[in-house]
């Protein structure tokens, strides 16, 4: 019965050592932590032990110098570099191998490819016309219409401009030019009407279709 | 004093912050955000290099090991998959290249860097005690055998649990405390010898 208990200690004893180390850097689970303190207070070789392991940690924790860390940064970003040049010139090779490895006509596509590919870039990249331009409130209309240049007789005032315009169904949407021109807007069913009307006008000295007609 | 708390078994709001940092930096780093890269690298260089350092006992390869574990991270920092710490997760890398390293080599390992270190720095009397101790458990710690080497280090100057050992060293929990037994029996012997010696 006693040899059992005797058996029992030392098995809990060797248990407890085996943890000690780590007790000593306190990263045990608690229920670890339990079981060492309870063997520690009856067990004066384990606390012996335990005082050897917090030396041996005081002593090797000494502040060592180490290296330069900056220096090798910079080093590790060299050889981040220059590994993100391997794998360019890595991929560039495995792609020209396969197209080398496939039908006769497969440069030729791959080459037609990049083609569309750099026209459509360059498509991309030029703004198409019109575009980014300032538009006045006035333009919402003048995708629905015909566009004519106007230009009125010397003289004429804002008055007579303002009849004429309404009499025409216009809007006016650019003007005066350089040239003292006007721009207006109509609606393209009412186009012909309007410029024959704007012609008629005393006001009017020339009136002409510019542009295309939208839908 | 917490080395390097285990988050798992010892909840820890500072060290599960600090977790979690490391954990959102890895995840930069796997968008290929280098500036967080830069920060991890600045974070781990002292412990990894002064891991390394004893682990290989090669002062002038600790670097390109040191950047060689580094550039694995860089790699693989998308494929984290939080099983383990970030810690556990890097050390692993360091040590599997330090052994590659070595394995490369064919000559004994013999740098007594930390020796030469304390002949070079003489101090008051104490801290010329302290530091000649300091030197006599470097070249006892460097006389145990690689494996020994790594779950000394890893335990009492880095702080890791042993399950996070049993990880980084790819062997099992028991593995691990039986070379810290053999390692500390080992170390009891030179040290005694050494001190007797002085």
Redesign the interface.
């Given at each position: 019965m006693s040899g059992r208990v005797v058996q029992l200690d030392t098995e809990a004893h060797a248990d407890v050592r085996?943890l000690l180390?780590?007790y000593?850097?306190?990263?045990?689970?608690?229920y670890e932590r339990r079981l060492v303190e309870v063997h520690l207070a009856t067990c004066p070789r384990c606390r012996a032990e335990l005082e050897?392991?917090r030396q041996?940690?005081d002593?090797?924790?000494?502040a060592?110098?180490?290296?330069d860390?900056e220096a090798?940064?910079v080093?590790?970003?060299t050889?981040?570099a220059e590994?993100r040049r391997r794998n360019l010139v890595k991929w560039f090779a495995t792609a020209w191998a396969s197209l080398r490895q496939g039908p006769v006509w497969m440069p030729w596509a791959m080459a037609a490819q990049l083609c569309v590919i750099a026209v459509l870039a360059g498509l991309l990249w030029v703004p198409r016309h019109g575009e980014g331009d300032y538009h006045a409130l006035s333009a919402a209309d003048q995708g629905k219409g015909a566009t004519l240049m106007v230009m009125f007789r010397p003289g004429t005032t804002e008055a007579q401009m303002r009849l004429l315009l309404d009499a025409s169904h216009a809007r006016l949407v650019d003007g005066p030019t350089e040239a003292g021109a006007y721009v207006l807007s109509v609606p393209s069913a009412e186009s012909p009407a309007a410029l024959k009307q704007l012609r008629q006008s005393g006001a009017v000295t020339l009136a002409e279709p510019i542009g295309r007609t939208q839908p | 004093m917490p080395l390097n708390s285990d988050a798992a078994t010892r909840p820890d709001a500072s060290a599960h912050a600090d977790e979690l940092a490391e954990i959102q930096l890895l995840r930069r780093i796997g968008e290929g955000e280098l500036r967080a890269f830069d920060a991890l690298y600045r974070q781990y260089y002292p412990r990894l290099s002064r891991f390394l350092g004893r682990v290989t006992r090669r002062t002038p390869l600790v670097e390109e090991i040191l950047n060689d574990t580094m550039m694995v991270v860089w790699r693989r920092a998308a494929s984290f998959n939080g099983q383990s710490k970030v810690s556990t997760w890097i050390f692993a890398i360091a040590y599997r290249k330090a052994l590659k390293a070595l394995k490369g080599l064919d000559e004994p390992v013999e740098d007594l860097a930390d020796d030469r270190q304390e002949a070079a720095t003489p101090g008051p009397e104490q801290a010329a005690d302290q530091r000649q101790t300091f030197a006599l458990l470097a070249r006892a710690i460097g006389s145990l055998s690689v494996d020994h080497r790594a779950v000394v280090e890893l335990t009492y100057f880095h702080g890791f649990g042993y399950r996070e050992i049993a990880e980084i060293l790819a062997c099992p929990i028991d593995t691990v405390k039986t070379r810290m037994f053999h390692a500390k029996r080992k170390l009891k012997g030179l040290l005694a010898y050494g001190l007797e010696d002085e």
């Open positions: 085996a180390p780590w000593a850097n306190q990263t045990l689970a608690d050897w392991e041996l940690i002593t090797g924790m000494l060592q110098p180490t290296g860390v090798a940064l080093r590790m970003h050889d981040i590994r | -």
